[in-house]
């Protein structure tokens, strides 16, 4: 079966870092775009990154946008989130998603559980 699984989170105070991990198995890594969003209490899910397969693309939502990083290991079939500079308003439920075939989207087919990030004052 198909799975994703974000891990990583934390508790960190504003300023600190953070990397989260998506391990992902039961289909080709290669063939779909991996992204990341987040879900903070009260709110709607929101996107966060996404990279592309086919050219290694990537895409940042304006709040993360140089700050965060998106990366894929083929090898471990593992992409990760590189969250640098983190604020409160980072504080959210992380989760990772992929999309067939090889490029960024909003229609993500597959869901991993999420992980928790929270940010402090």
């Known amino acids: 079966d198909v799975q994703l699984q974000a891990s990583g989170g934390g508790s960190v105070q504003a300023g600190g870092f953070l990397r989260l991990s998506c391990a992902v198995s039961?289909?080709?890594?290669?063939?779909?775009?991996i992204g990341w969003f987040r879900q903070a209490p009260g709110k709607e899910r929101e996107g966060v990154a996404c990279i592309s397969s086919d050219d290694g693309n990537t895409y940042y939502t304006n709040p993360v946008k140089g700050r965060f990083t998106i990366s894929s290991d083929y090898a471990k079939t593992t992409a990760y989130l590189q969250m640098n500079s983190l604020k409160p308003e980072d504080t959210a439920v992380y989760y990772c998603?992929?999309?067939?075939?090889?490029?960024?989207?909003?229609?993500?087919?597959?869901w991993g559980k999420g992980t928790q990030v929270t940010v402090s004052s």
């Open positions: 039961g289909f080709t890594f290669d063939d779909y775009a």
């Open positions: 998603a992929a999309r067939y075939k090889s490029t960024c989207g909003n229609d993500m087919a597959y």
